[in-house]
């Protein structure tokens, strides 16, 4: 191959403007999820992260109230959502920077859920007012922050040419109250005037209570016999962390029970749990998770179609039905397995690919992949004997330390 003899020439460093166009904050905010019901993941979520700081520095959280409670105001009196934590809250010093940078967590790098500091701009495309507040237990006063969402619709539809910078000063405005009938210490997201959707499911107490039960890390039901035999487990490998929530005031719980409905007029009970621990390539734990055994009478599509097909998620992402990619199942096999498996991936997609990611392209998920086709061929096996003579139905979860 020739070698170019031609000079080269000279180089310099790029040193700006960057221009960071309007069209980012649809993108980062609206944009990013694929359903509505979205934004309540994304909070509590931010509220688990927050509760687990408080805790690591001996903040007292709560036992008389929920740690994270969420209310949802009849649609009379001004379609109204509150999402409040107990967890370490924003420091007065640092409220307006924290809640206006944009993709600058902190977060990354650390086993916190969230890590691109894009979360908290999730219910700006749902309503006409967002309200930020929060103190922290060592300041006085309660910090707010207030969008102007109707506003910020306007001027992403306009045809002026403005900066997220000048966008920001045209629609958020700061003010800050006394701290009297608050908590010590609290983030809360405020929605105002919600907007209505084609089902209205921002509003719809049923339909975010079904939501949040299979993507939120909340508990087993008291009813659930296998539930504390669960929980004591995946604690011993610092995984599956669960937080109480309240929606208007009844908490919110997993889906799972004994028993459930597969089809009309039919009740399959489960019998016992079998635990699995998939060990790492270069050592350590990949996965852990647990099957339930039980009666084999149907596809598992009951209690209310929240035990339904084969799910992924890492910390309380997913939730979602997916496709079984690569071999670990065939649809007739999922349908009758409930599947949460949490990967410790190496590498992250876009925070919209985080929510129908399963086991893909990073290295640590595949070598979780590997292990798991295996006994998944076994169970696939038991399943399809069972379907032969009403033998047994299998419901797997996987999750990470």
């Known amino acids: 191959m020739p070698t170019n003899t031609q000079p080269q ?11 960071i166009g309007k069209d980012t904050l649809e993108l980062l905010s609206s ?12 909070y509590v979520q931010n509220a688990a992260d927050s509760l687990d700081e408080a805790a690591a520095n001996g903040l007292r959280l709560p036992t008389a109230i929920p740690p994270i409670d969420i209310r949802i105001s009849p649609p009379e009196a001004g379609r109204c959502v509150t999402i409040r934590d107990h967890g370490i809250g924003i420091r007065r010093s640092s409220f307006a920077n924290t809640l206006t940078a944009i993709g600058a967590s902190k977060k990354r790098g650390t086993e916190a859920r969230g890590f691109r500091g894009i979360g908290r701009l999730a219910g700006l495309g749902y309503c006409q007012t967002l309200t930020m507040r929060s103190k922290h237990a060592d300041d006085s006063e309660v910090c707010c922050m207030h969008w102007d969402c109707k506003k910020l619709k306007e001027l992403l539809r306009d045809a002026a040419d403005l900066t997220v910078q000048q966008i920001l000063e045209l629609v958020v405005e700061l003010s800050s109250s006394q701290a009297k009938n608050y908590p010590n210490h609290f983030f809360e997201i405020e929605m105002q005037h919600v907007v209505r959707n084609k089902t209205d499911s921002l509003m719809s107490e049923p339909a975010i209570r079904h939501y949040l039960a299979q993507v939120a890390p909340v ?3 008291p009813s659930f016999s296998f539930g504390a035999e669960i929980q004591e487990f995946l604690a011993k490998h610092k995984a599956g962390s669960v937080y109480n929530l309240n929606l208007n005031g009844t908490a919110v719980m997993r889906p799972h029970r004994d028993s459930y409905a597969p089809k009309p007029k039919a009740t399959s009970k489960f019998t016992e749990v079998e635990y699995i621990e998939i060990k790492g390539i270069s050592g350590g734990t990949d996965a852990v998770g647990w099957l339930l055994h039980g009666e084999y009478l149907g596809a598992s599509t009951g209690n209310g179609g929240q035990l339904k097909g084969r799910r992924s998620a890492r910390g309380i992402k997913g939730g979602q039905d997916l496709p079984d990619p690569k071999g670990l199942g065939r649809p007739r096999e999922t349908a009758q397995t409930v599947d949460r498996v949490w990967t410790r991936q190496q590498k992250r997609g876009s925070q919209g690919e985080a929510s129908n990611r399963t086991c893909g392209a990073s290295k640590t998920s595949t070598q979780i992949r590997s292990p798991w086709s295996i006994r998944r061929r076994g169970y696939s096996k038991r399943t399809r004997d069972g379907a032969e003579d009403k033998g047994h139905i299998r419901h797997y979860h996987l999750t990470t330390p």
């Open 9 to 19: 020439p000279a180089r310099i460093k790029f040193n700006g403007p960057v221009t």
């Open 219 to 221: 508990p087993f039901h």
């Open 31 to 42: 944009g990013m999820y694929n359903q509505p019901l979205s934004i309540y993941r994304e």
